[in-house]
């Protein structure tokens, strides 16, 4: 009868605690602490990480010291640089009057989640009744695998949608005509949202009047190219209106007297002409060739008195011009 008693006593001073376990969450490649969860001093402190003993009264084991931070002031555990196999659980061991105490950490990394792709697919919508019927559909690729989510909306708003999957969660939600996609787990969140009236008509209350609201990159591209062209087409017509109006220069400069002047005179009065071949002009005629590919010769020829005689001085002089067009021979 006396060694029951004794026994009892021997499991109440020897037998070991073991605290509730916490899961923590960290996210990948950041950090997470892990506090002892008591009162300090400890005896006999110790931390682990599943069977490995990570600290021992305050040594450090060599594996880990690359990968912690450890306080000893409070016995805080801090876990640097999170992945996948930092998972599992985190033991704080130490003794309370002979009690064996065991508080535990299930620590899980998880990744940060994506940006949610939010699609839109117009079902029904008619401006003279003010219908406008379309679904929503939320995916998220993570893990590898892609989660999606539905939701059937209208131009007020869609119905709230919640779906969970294994590491992800997937909210639809809509407020003040605007839709929001958001998958979040728990580290990390992402959304993306779309306003109804870029898909649905609008101006309801103004007579249903149907308004199409086009994204911004096509207006602003549609501008872009009608300035563009109008750009282009000034700038043709300049030079087209500057080709045309270029003007032809004609120098002209004191002749001499020719010896022998080749002239046809008709009358008094008239003018006098002479045509000039491209490989034979005499000096009494200034010409000019604009360029080696106009084949057009301009030839100006001193004034001609009218008559001889005291009264001639009182005509007025004449100034006689040859235009003479020259085939140049083909090479």
């Known amino acids: 009868m006396l060694a029951m008693p004794l026994l009892l006593l021997h499991l109440v001073f020897f037998m070991e605690i073991n605290a509730v376990e916490e899961t923590r969450y960290g996210l990948e490649g950041q950090s997470v602490c892990l506090d002892p969860r ?101 995916s998220v690729q993570y893990n590898t695998k892609i989660h999606r989510l539905q939701s059937e909306c209208n131009k007020d708003g869609c119905q709230s949608a919640y779906k969970t999957f294994s590491h992800i969660n997937i909210t639809i939600s809509s407020e003040n005509g605007t839709l929001t996609c958001t998958s979040n787990n728990h580290v990390s969140s992402k959304e ?62 004191p002749l001499e007297q020719p010896s022998q002047p080749r002239i046809s005179t008709s009358s008094a009065q008239a003018d006098s002409y002479e045509n000039i071949d491209s490989e034979n002009t005499n000096e009494n005629s200034v010409c000019e060739e604009e360029s080696d590919k106009v084949r057009t010769i301009y030839c100006v020829l001193d004034p001609l008195p009218t008559s001889e005689g005291p009264g001639a001085m009182d005509q007025p002089h004449q100034t006689h011009t040859v235009y003479s067009v020259i085939q140049r021979p083909k090479v």
């Not at 021992?56 to 990968?67: Q, T």
């Not at 870029?198 to 209350?205: D, I, K, L, M, R």
């Not at 086009?214 to 009608?226: D, M, N």
């Open 38 to 138: 008591g009162q300090p001093p400890f005896d006999s402190a110790k931390w682990s990480h599943e069977d490995e003993n990570i600290i021992s009264n305050n040594n450090i084991n060599p594996e880990f010291e690359k990968k912690i931070n450890y306080y000893e002031s409070n016995y805080t555990l801090c876990i640097k640089t999170l992945a996948k196999e930092d998972n599992g659980i985190y033991t704080f061991s130490h003794e309370v009057k002979f009690k064996n105490i065991h508080n535990k950490y299930r620590l899980k990394v998880q990744a940060a989640v994506p940006k949610p792709a939010l699609n839109v697919t117009l079902e029904q919508v008619n401006s003279s009744t003010g219908v406008c019927i379309f679904t929503v559909n939320c």
């Open 192 to 253: 993306d949202s779309r306003v109804i009236e870029e898909f649905c008509f609008s101006g309801f209350n103004s007579g249903h009047q149907e308004h199409t609201n086009y994204p911004v990159w096509i207006v602003t591209f549609l501008v872009a190219v009608l300035f563009i062209i109008i750009i282009f087409c000034f700038v043709a017509r300049f030079i087209l209106t500057r080709h045309k109006n270029q003007p032809r220069v004609i120098q002209s400069q």
